[in-house]
Nanobody
Framework: VQLQAFGGGLVQAGGSLRLSCAAS????????MGWFRQAPGKEREFVAA????????RYSDSVKGRLTISRDNAKNTLYLQMNSLKPEDTAVYFC??????????????????WGQGTQVTVSS
């Protein structure tokens, strides 16, 4: 599956953005999907993940309650609604897909497919 993330931009602290990740190729609904981010000088970190059906979600503690992951399998699209943004949310955001439901959704090496990333910058 090919993934393309978009929707990033510059926003003031407290503002909102919605990221999208368009999938093409193999059936999008076959994959557990996730969002990761990488800030300058830091390692890539887990943000959120969602099951194939969208029923089950997981979040990092730093974004819980502010960011919401969702998916529309009919549109082959993954979303990340970002509210109450903080300067520390500034990073390149990547969408990723994994074939297997079992395992650790928080670990990037367990994801098989990656999008190219979209920049999110939150000004103070």
């Amino acid at each position: 599956v090919q993934l393309q993330a978009f929707g990033g931009g510059l926003v003031q602290a407290g503002g909102s953005l919605r990221l999208s990740c368009a999938a093409s190729g193999r059936a999008f609904s076959n994959y557990v999907m996730g969002w990761f981010r990488q800030a300058p000088g830091k390692e890539r970190e887990f943000v959120a993940a969602i099951s194939r059906s969208g029923v089950t979600t997981r979040y990092s503690d730093s974004v819980k309650g502010r960011l919401t992951i969702s998916r529309d399998n009919a549109k082959n699209t993954l979303y990340l609604q970002m509210n109450s943004l903080k300067p520390e949310d500034t990073a390149v955001y990547f969408c990723a897909g994994r074939t297997y439901y079992s395992g650790n959704w928080y670990v990037e090496k367990e994801y098989d497919y990656w999008g190219q990333g979209t920049q999110v910058t939150v000004s103070s």
